[in-house]
Each structure stands twice: as structure tokens, then as C-alpha cells.
């Protein structure tokens, strides 16, 4: 081995760093995923040590000045409303998904709304050929000359580019397709990802260009390679969805200059990603008419809130051990809420079978859909339709009680507007409620309460 090089291991889960190789990582627990690794430490501790503390200048906080970020408006509101108002110069965002999900299209859709409007767009792939992405592209639309594109991996010579282009927009597809060559490992490696982010940051950040990383993700549905990488980034962004489901889900996990909670809806169609104006109508489409087992519930996403169907089928078990299955929804949860309806209720559910759904394929695990659930169990358990007319929200606590949860007024203007006509919800958020013309509130301050209104039917 050359002189100043050294063999380090590196977990490629969690980016654990190791001197010798082991069978499970002591970070995040997995077996088998230790690699080996060559690290110049020549090169690491010159990058250290340029600081010089004759130049650092430190400030009191008072003595700073607040600068306005510069947004840049996509014109898809779907993603600026997840990036919070708009791109910001400068940063750096990265963008997860699973294979086929959507990632690159959704991103070659920002560069033809970007270059639109006259700004200069580089998009650089180092998985596709420049045909591929041109293919895609006459499937999108139009595009313009502003977008220009290049297929590269050595990242010092996409330096030189983006010194020549001086582009206001960089996409980059992917990060484990980059490699550096100060860093002697394979591309797509713990090590070659963190330098490249750490090289792209650099650019991000000294050139004020804003620049997109597509990052491929592991089983487990997070990015693939060191959590560190997202440490780095200003955003972290999920591209969630079932490539058997036309809808996919953009959430922002980390996001320096705005919200977290917010999420965008995107609907995929030949012509690429089409933005869900109106998500609750879109996943209430197909609802059965007087089945039991059926109620409509109220999530909230952010600022937005979602009306989702919840199904439940409760029958009798012909085995010694009930089957419990949720999807869509925390297993434990459903779990915890039956053992409730037990105690509280008295209903024999441990010798039941029990299923619940949310329809469509979205997973939501706001405690607000908790008064839905249960109200789907006891539908389905009484076999007693639910008015179709009818939505819920509301929190349920182990004593039975139905507690209050947040933005209620939102929740139900927002059922008025899908035509809902009841709506039953925690009694402290009743009281706290004026009265709005179209729709009945009903308050409810236990499951017995709930219970007895599915049972008379109003």
C-alpha cells in the first residue's frame, strides 16, 4: 500500500467508519455491510488545516444582517409548495425515490418550466445517454434552448463546465454515479458519495447555483449511502408512490428554508408527472355506496388536509390465532385502538379477524385518523353502514376518550367543500367551533359516543 494510505471500513447502511472489518455494524445494527475502503490521509488533513484563525471574524448576532433568500418560482406548485415558496439560489437539495418512481422525470419537468423562462439550465446524467433523456423529453413536451445537457461522471470535469456554462440551475442524475479522483474507491462507495456532495456543495454555495442531486435509495426506503449525506444538503425531498398506482407523493423530510410537513401530489400519465390540484377528491374517487365497514376521515399534511377513505372487514376467526392486517396505516396502532373498543366497549374482537385499509395505497399515521379507524371497525364488526355523507377526525386516547386535535376549522371547510354534510369530531373542538352553514357538527368525547351514533344513525 502507498505511503500515507491507510484501510479504513465503511458501513454502507449508515456510513459507520471502522479500522477492521465486522460482521454487523455497531451504528445501525445491519449485518453484512462493512466494505473496505482506501482513504488518503495525506489529502484529508490538508483540507483541514487552510483555515487560518487571523481571518475568522466573529460577530454578535445584533450586528448581522437579515437577507430575503432569492426564490425561483418552478411554476409547478405542487413542488414549490414542498420546497416552501421556490428553489433558493444557492442550495442544495437531494431528491429520493425508488427506481422508476418518478425522479428524473419530475426533475426534467422543472428544467422545461425553468428554461421557459430564460434561465440557463444544465442537466447532467451519469445513467442515461443524451438519446435517452431526449427521448423522455418529446414525451414531456417542448423544450428550450436554455436547457443544455451533458453526460458525464468525473466531477472536475463538470467543474470546468459549470465555470463555462455558468448555469443558474444544475441537476445532477445521480450522486452514486459521480466519483472523484482524489478518492481512490468505486463510484456510487460511502466514501466517493460523501466527497462528491461535498464538492457539489462547495459549487452550490461559492458559484450561487442552485443544484438538484437524485439519490437512489435502499430497501428500507432511505437514501443509499452515509446518513451524512443528508446532513450536508440544505433539502431532503422523497418521491413516494407504488409504481402500480398513478399517484406519487413529494415530501420534504429536511428543509432548511421552509416547512417539513408539507407534501405534493403528483398523478403519472404518459405525458410525464401531472400535478393533484384536489388530492381528498381524487383518493375519495370510487367509494362504495352502503357497504359497511367504510368511513371517510380527515388528515392533515402540512397546511393541507386530505380526506382519506378507511376500510375495515371484521369477521370471525375459523383459527385458534386472529390475523390482524393494516396497510396504510401503524400495525401497533390498530392493534391498540381494537384492545380499546374491548375494554371500553365490551365488543368480542379477540376472536375476530381484523383488516384495515386505507384506500388508494396512501400511508398516513396522523393520531386524527384514530376516530376513523375505530369507526370503521365498529361498522364493519355491527355490519351498520356509515351515511356516506359523514366524515370524522379525531384522537383516541387508551381510556376511551376522544381527544382534540389541531386545525379543525380547516378540516371541516374542507370537508364542506367535497359536499360532506356531517361531521363528527372531538367535543372540545366542537365548542371551540362557530357553526358553519352546510354541514352538521356532532361532537363526540368518547367511543361509546361514536359507537352510539353509528348504531342510531345520526
Not at 455494524?25 to 495525506?42: L, S, Y
Request: glycine share 10%; net charge neutral; charged share 25%.
Amino acid at each position: 500500500m502507498a505511503k500515507g494510505k491507510t484501510s479504513v471500513f465503511f458501513c454502507q447502511s449508515c456510513g459507520f467508519e471502522s479500522s477492521k472489518w465486522m460482521g454487523q455494524c455497531p451504528g445501525c445494527k445491519e449485518w453484512n455491510t462493512f466494505v473496505e475502503e482506501i482513504v488518503d490521509k495525506k489529502k484529508g488533513g490538508a483540507r483541514t488545516g487552510t483555515s487560518s484563525s487571523a481571518e475568522s471574524v466573529v460577530l454578535p448576532i445584533s450586528e448581522i444582517e437579515s437577507l430575503q433568500e432569492k426564490r425561483i418560482a418552478t411554476r409547478i406548485r405542487e413542488l414549490d409548495r414542498v420546497l416552501g415558496g421556490g428553489i433558493v439560489t444557492g442550495s442544495l437539495v437531494l431528491v429520493g425515490g425508488d427506481p422508476g418512481i418518478g425522479k428524473s422525470t419530475l426533475l426534467l419537468q422543472v428544467c422545461r418550466q425553468l428554461s421557459k423562462q430564460g434561465m440557463r439550465v444544465l442537466y447532467i446524467s451519469g445513467e442515461e445517454s443524451l438519446q435517452q433523456i431526449k427521448i423522455r423529453a418529446e414525451r414531456i413536451g417542448s423544450f428550450e434552448d436554455s436547457l443544455r445537457l451533458l453526460c458525464e461522471t468525473n466531477l472536475e470535469t463538470i467543474r470546468g463546465v459549470i465555470d463555462r456554462e455558468k448555469p443558474q440551475v444544475v441537476v445532477i442524475d445521480s450522486i452514486q454515479t459521480m466519483y472523484n479522483e482524489n478518492v481512490t474507491s468505486a463510484p456510487g462507495s460511502v466514501s466517493q458519495v460523501r466527497e462528491s456532495t461535498a464538492v457539489l456543495m462547495q459549487i452550490a454555495k461559492g458559484m450561487g447555483i442552485a443544484v438538484f442531486i437524485v439519490g437512489h435509495v435502499t430497501k428500507e426506503g432511505v437514501v443509499a449511502g452515509p446518513r451524512v449525506l443528508e446532513h450536508m444538503v440544505d433539502t431532503v425531498l422523497y418521491f413516494e408512490g407504488d409504481r402500480h398506482v398513478a399517484y406519487r407523493i413529494l415530501r420534504g423530510v429536511k428543509n432548511r428554508f421552509g416547512s417539513t410537513n408539507e407534501i405534493g401530489v403528483f398523478e403519472m400519465r404518459e405525458t410525464g408527472l401531472e400535478e393533484v390540484e384536489n388530492p381528498s377528491e381524487y383518493m375519495l374517487n370510487g367509494r362504495p355506496k352502503g357497504a359497511s365497514g367504510s368511513v371517510v376521515a380527515c388528515s392533515m399534511e402540512g397546511t393541507r388536509p386530505i380526506l382519506i377513505e378507511i376500510q375495515a372487514l371484521v369477521c370471525h376467526s375459523n383459527f385458534g390465532m386472529p390475523r390482524r392486517t393494516a396497510a396504510g396505516t401503524d400495525f401497533n396502532r390498530v392493534n391498540l385502538l381494537m384492545a380499546v373498543l374491548e375494554k371500553r366497549l365490551g365488543l368480542s374482537l379477540g376472536s375476530c379477524d381484523a383488516y384495515v385499509n386505507i384506500a388508494g395505497g396512501i400511508r398516513m399515521n396522523e393520531p386524527a385518523v384514530d376516530l376513523g379507524i375505530v369507526l370503521s371497525i365498529i361498522s364493519s364488526y355491527k355490519d351498520i353502514p356509515i351515511d356516506e355523507k359523514t366524515i370524522c377526525f379525531g384522537e383516541v386516547g387508551l381510556s376511551g376518550e376522544v381527544r382534540a386535535v389541531s386545525m379543525a376549522q380547516q378540516r371541516v371547510l374542507e370537508a364542506k367543500k367535497l359536499g360532506f354534510g356531517i361531521c363528527l369530531l372531538p367535543e372540545v373542538c366542537r365548542e371551540m367551533l362557530k357553526p358553519i352553514e352546510g354541514i352538521k357538527l356532532v361532537g363526540v368525547r368518547t367511543v361509546k359516543d361514536a359507537m352510539e351514533y353509528v348504531v342510531r344513525g345520526k
